[in-house]
């Protein structure tokens, strides 16, 4: 199913975003770049959870806060 893929898709973003944001308390000197990107990708991740709900409704199973 599509929306499956696309939430799939969606999980695996807010885990780069996270990985980013454990980066940006690592190396100062990009810290406040990584932050900005990574809060970027957590927008994007959550439009395309808001995506797959408004077109497909909601989907069981876990939700992204649960994974």
Do not use: C, K, W
């Not at 999980?11 to 809060?39: C, K, M, N, P, W």
């Amino acid at each position: 199913m599509p929306s499956s893929a696309i939430l799939r898709e969606a999980r695996q973003l807010h885990q780069v975003s996270e990985r980013l944001d454990s980066l940006a308390g690592q190396d100062y000197q990009f810290s406040e770049a990584l932050i900005t990107i990574s809060g970027n990708i957590r927008q994007t991740a959550m439009l395309l959870e808001v995506l797959v709900v408004t077109r497909m409704g909601p989907v069981p199973g876990p939700t992204p806060a649960d994974a």
